[in-house]
């Protein structure tokens, strides 16, 4: 069956730090990739999104490109923030009723 | 712009008892998901709804049931509460299935 793997965390990084969240995928076909940010105490929301091959999401300064020779869609982000502490989640969806997440990564930016 | 909203946010319930969940989406979505949520394993989908009408079991209904009452509200219920029912639930709907999906704040249960 389908499955996403994630790096696991915590990343902890300094502020204005180069960020990356590996994430890597299993499926057949052509599925749509996700990144969803869940900050504490709240649900999670869309960060981004990327429905083909090479296409890249992009929001709020974080970036992931749809890399289907290496079935990947790491997120990155230039420069992070404090704010940016949270939990991200890559996910994906083949043509099915279910979006397939990944165990989540915890990102803490320090001051 | 109230979006999917979950009721209650806390609860504790002792082993045995029964309670339900409560979900409402307010964007007219066709497809609405119950998820939990526990430490190192991600988010996995508990049951479905594609459309009003119909439920569906995902990765883990065992202890759960669900209704879909209209197309606005999609419940979950636990008829007897267990220790490993512990977790934070969450509920979610999106346009269509495969859609962007949208998230409520979630409801941390806690079964003693």
Known sequence: GDSVTQMEGPVTLSEEAFLTINCTYTATGYPSLFWYVQYPGEGLQLLLKATKADDKGSNKGFEATYRKETTSFHLEKGSVQVSDSAVYFCALNNAGNMLTFGGGTRLMVKP | ?112
């Open chain 2, 1 to 112: 712009n109230a979006g999917v909203t979950q009721t209650p946010k806390f609860q504790v319930l002792k082993t045995g008892q029964s309670m339900t969940l409560q979900c409402a989406q307010d964007m007219n979505h066709n497809s609405m998901y119950w998820y939990r949520q526990d430490p190192g394993m991600g988010l996995r989908l508990i049951y479905y709804s594609a459309s009003e009408g119909t439920t569906d079991k995902g990765e883990v209904p065992n202890g759960y049931n669900v209704s879909r009452l209209n197309k606005r509200e999609f419940s979950l219920r636990l008829e007897s509460a267990a220790p490993s029912q512990t977790s934070v639930y969450f509920c979610a709907s999106s346009e269509r299935t495969g859609a962007e999906a949208f998230f409520g704040q979630g409801t941390r249960l806690t079964v003693v």
